[in-house]
């Protein structure tokens, strides 16, 4: 499998290095907003920096999105265009519901696919298969404060996020206001939320814990099927305190899952 990354940062990096090691999959290419950073990834990994349109010329069996929710927005819509299969880590980006339509029509008129990986979340697999017998779901996510700093939210809610000393929630609203004022941080509702009952739904609570080194993530819903529960305690990618290491791995995990005959797993 030939493969471009757009995104040489802790998610690519670990993705890279995976790869590397995997001779049935080839990173071919890798684009990056920043170019000085692409270029010496590039040499890390012994692949190749190219401007995004020319990787778009190359033939390649998958792009994978790992940079941000805009290079979803201004990338993805033209990779399908160009026919070739997409991975997207940044799942946030997906909410809007008018891009999404975009990107589910491009990829069924060029039959393609797109992958959104499970991420730093555990219980997709249940949330898929109860699906519309869900009532209701909610995603609690608990990080260090140090883990929201820069998030949008901030800019019109002051909170000294240095001042906390124990658990306090800072936000809780649905999944499709959460993505925009946490881009970097709640991933996870978005794609749990395209899993189940959509966005609009999907419920959100973010709390900010000093005492605390890892990426909290728990889900809880509700309905015919029963009830479900789920918890992940991530570790934090050390270069990117915002991401969790899970993520990375569930992208690799998904690339295993293209390229082998055998798919265990809902
Ligand atoms: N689905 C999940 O569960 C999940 C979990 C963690 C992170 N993420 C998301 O995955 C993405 C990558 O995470 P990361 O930790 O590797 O981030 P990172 O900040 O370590 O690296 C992102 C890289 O992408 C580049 N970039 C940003 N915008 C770009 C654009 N428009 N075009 C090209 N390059 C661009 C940056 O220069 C940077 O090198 C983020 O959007 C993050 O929010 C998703």
Redesign the pocket.
Known sequence: MKVAL???????TVVADAMNENKDVQLKYV????VK?AVEFAKKFHTEYKDFDEILKENLDLIIE??????VR??IPKTLRAKKNVMI????ALTDEKLFKEIKELAEKNNLKVYL?S???VGLDGIKSAGNKIDRVMIKTTKHPKSLEGAPFFEKHHVDLSEIKKPTIIYEGTAEEAVKLF??NV??AA?LSLAGIGPKRTKVQIIADPNITSNIHEIIAEGKFGVLKTRVENVP?P??P???YL?AL?AIATLKKISEPIQVGT
Do not use: E, F, R, W
């Open positions: 757009i995104g040489c940062g802790s998610i690519g684009y990056d907003i920043d950073k790992a940079a941000s929710q805009d290079a201004t990338l880590m940044s799942t946030g990986p991420g730093a979340i881009p970097s991933n996870v794609s990618s270069d990117n915002k991401t969790s993520a569930s």
